[in-house]
């Protein structure tokens, strides 16, 4: 008999998240101009903004720049921006994953560094994990470091890195380069390095999405040299580590709100006396919606009580993905339009967007095959 290990117990969103709600608003009002459609772009000035703010490294320690707030703070922070098509990327990253990283791993040298210019939005990290040969399979890594006098001499190649022309910095995964023989621990020597980007020896090429826009990146790494205080945690111990980060990248709420606005315009659309058949086809999307947001809320709720959300975060970024790869079908079936991605018409555009973006979301941080295993495991079925 297997016991089911998944726990999504109804939360209630405490006062001041609802206070913090209301500020976010107005703040997105006052900076309209900068809204668009999904929250792709990279905007320093934004990103400082924000940090002004204190809405970046919220639930972080005071001494490092945070702001003692609760995860439920955090998220309504994060789903009002992400509604709204806020320019998010410059500070993302770091907010979600290599922030949190470092709280966990870093050293106080790391921490007193590194968390204040991240909560200020002024550092921007990327993610150092995939290559041409290992996406899914990161075991199986071929970037490789080479302890010398100081520090660490870096060769390999990165492929897929958002953001990586714009970023300050990455956390890069490799392994220890060993005596050449196989090992038998697929995990053995793997270790993360917070990269400076400027280093001498990285060559970042772009890689041109399906928009036609350069959004990530190929890294060609030559020698680089990163210093000994810039190894995050323990040399051998990265395979921990990366799947602790892939844990906070899974968690946020950022999985099913990237198509809001155009689920508000087929709603718009549909208008007040829909047929039977749109009132039934949105309705779905909106009822998915609502289940996967108190889904997501139940998470921050374990984030706040200190619990790993590991499992139940693959299956809301799984359902997430699917929900929103449905939003461009349902749409193109209930109001067909050509997709033209410079429309004046903004459906139109919304179309032809969220159709080439569709395919990408069950691929970026784990692709759906990749989470169902993590899911059967949770379950206990492997
Ligand atoms: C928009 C976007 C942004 C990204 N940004 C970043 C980034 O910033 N940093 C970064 O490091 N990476 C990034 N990635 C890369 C992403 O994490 C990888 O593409 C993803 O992990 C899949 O790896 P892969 O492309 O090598 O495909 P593969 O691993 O080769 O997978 C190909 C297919 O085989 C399936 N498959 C593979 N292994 C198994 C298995 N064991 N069981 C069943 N099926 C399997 C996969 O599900 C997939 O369908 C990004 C990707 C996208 C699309």
């Known amino acids: 008999m297997v016991t089911p290990t998944f726990r999504f117990d109804p939360v209630e ?22 809204m668009g459609f999904s929250r792709g772009e990279f ?4 990103s400082r903004a924000m940090g002004k ?51 966990r791993f870093g050293t106080e040298e790391q921490k007193n560094y590194f968390l204040p210019r991240i909560a200020a939005g002024e550092m921007a990290f990327c993610i150092g994990m995939s290559e041409p040969n290992s996406g899914s399979d990161l075991a199986g890594t071929r970037t490789r470091a080479q302890k010398v006098d100081g520090g660490y001499k870096i060769n390999g190649t990165k492929l897929w890195t958002s953001n990586a022309h714009r970023a300050d910095y990455a956390i890069l995964f490799c392994k220890m380069a060993g005596d050449g023989k196989e090992e038998p621990d697929r995990h053995a020597g793997a270790t993360q390095f917070l990269l400076d980007l400027k280093s001498p020896g990285i060559d970042i090429r772009p890689v041109i999405n399906l928009l036609g826009e350069h959004h990530f990146n190929e890294i060609f790494l030559t020698d680089v040299f990163v210093p000994d205080n810039r190894l995050l945690g323990a040399e051998g111990n990265g395979w921990n580590q990366l799947t602790s980060e892939l844990s ?15 689920l508000q315009q087929m709603i718009r659309m549909a208008g007040p006396e829909p047929d039977k058949a749109t009132a039934a086809a949105l309705g ?19 984030l706040q009580e200190g619990i790993n959300p590991n499992n139940e975060s693959a299956v809301v970024k799984d359902l997430g993905t ?19 991605l410079e429309a004046i018409d903004l459906y139109s555009s919304m179309i032809a967007r969220s159709t080439m973006n569709a395919p990408r979301f069950s691929i970026q941080g784990g692709t759906r095959e990749i989470l169902r295993g993590i899911i059967a495991r949770g379950l206990g079925l492997r």
């Open 13 to 34: 969103m405490p006062p001041e998240a609802l206070e913090t709600r209301k500020e976010v608003r107005a703040f997105i009002k006052e900076h309209e101009h900068l």
């Open 43 to 46: 905007n320093r000035d934004f």
């Open 53 to 103: 703010k204190g809405w970046i490294g919220m639930t972080w320690p005071k001494q490092y720049g945070g702001h003692e707030r609760t995860s439920f703070e955090r998220y309504v922070v994060i789903e009002e921006m992400l509604v709204a098509g806020a320019p998010l990327s410059a500070h993302y990253t770091g907010d979600r994953q290599s922030g949190p990283n470092m709280l």
């Open 248 to 262: 906070f990248e899974r968690s946020a709420p950022d999985r099913f709100l990237v198509l809001f606005q155009m």
């Open 284 to 302: 779905k999307l909106i009822s998915q919606l609502a289940t996967l947001r108190s889904m997501s809320v139940s998470i921050a709720g374990m």
């Open 322 to 340: 699917r929900y929103e790869q449905d939003i461009p079908v349902v749409a193109r079936q209930l109001f067909p339009a050509e997709p033209e």
